[in-house]
């Protein structure tokens, strides 16, 4: 079965310094991963994906992901954090596809920044 | 807003009540999706509609009933839950459950429901 793991549950940073958000999968075929972010008190907002074609993919609010196949990772990064990036942030993986598709999501990881 | 509202935000009963959640999505999408997310756990996934269609329970006790009478509708009817089940219920829709490996239908999450049960 696919699976994605987020082995931090917290990370913090302080605002202006570049931060990572860590998530590696378990798949049988070729992946297809996401990020999503959660406000507090919001409902869960898409930011990227990767299907094919680069490594490196760009999303919304100037995050970005490295998908790895070596090291089965894809973690979400942004050069520049600010405090308004503080959210939960969930990895995910497709699972089958037409009538069996679904999202399986990791458990997510809380992102602190600090002024 | 993301397009998808749910109503009632918050929610408290005892293990005898009766209620339910409902979820509107005005985007025109024909797939929609209940999710539980609970505090250190990933998010579950626990019934799908395409086309009004149920098309996947994941094991969900019976004492949750969904229900989707129309696309832009879906309810999560609760009766005699378990402490346990409380949780934040999210209901998410998208245009439909995907119709090739290569495709992808961005699901769009409304706030949820943040449930006790008591």
């Known amino acids: 079965a696919q699976s994605v793991a987020q082995p931090e549950d917290q990370v913090n940073v302080a605002e202006g310094n570049p931060l990572t958000v860590k998530c590696t999968y378990s798949v049988s075929g070729n992946p297809y991963l996401f990020w999503y972010v959660q406000y507090p008190n919001r409902g869960l907002q898409f930011l990227l994906k990767?299907?094919?074609?680069?490594?490196l993919v760009k999303g919304s609010y100037g995050f970005e992901a490295e998908f790895n196949k070596s090291q089965t990772s894809f973690h979400l990064k942004k050069p520049s954090a600010l405090v308004s990036d503080s959210a939960l942030y969930f990895c995910a993986v497709r699972d089958g596809w037409g009538n069996t598709d679904k999202l399986i999501f990791g458990t997510g990881t809380r992102l602190q920044v600090f002024p | 807003e993301t397009g998808v509202t749910q109503t009632p935000r918050h929610l408290v009963m005892g293990m005898t009540n009766k209620k339910s959640l409902k979820c509107e999505q005005h985007?025109?999408?024909?797939?929609m999706y209940w999710y539980k997310q609970s505090a250190k756990k990933p998010l579950e996934l626990m019934f799908v509609?395409?086309?009004?269609?149920?098309?996947e329970n994941n094991s969900v006790p019976s004492r949750f009933s969904p229900e989707c009478p129309n696309s832009s509708h879906l309810f999560l009817h609760l009766h005699t839950l378990q402490p346990e089940d409380s949780a934040l219920y999210l209901c998410?829709?998208?245009?439909?459950?995907?119709?090739?490996?290569?495709?992808?239908?961005?699901?769009?999450f409304g706030p949820g429901t943040r449930l006790t049960v008591l």
């Open positions: 985007l025109g999408h024909n797939a």
């Open positions: 998410a829709s998208s245009q439909d459950r995907i119709t090739s490996q290569s495709s992808y239908n961005e699901q769009f």
């Open positions: 990767y299907i094919t074609g680069d490594n």
């Open positions: 509609y395409n086309f009004k269609e149920q098309t």
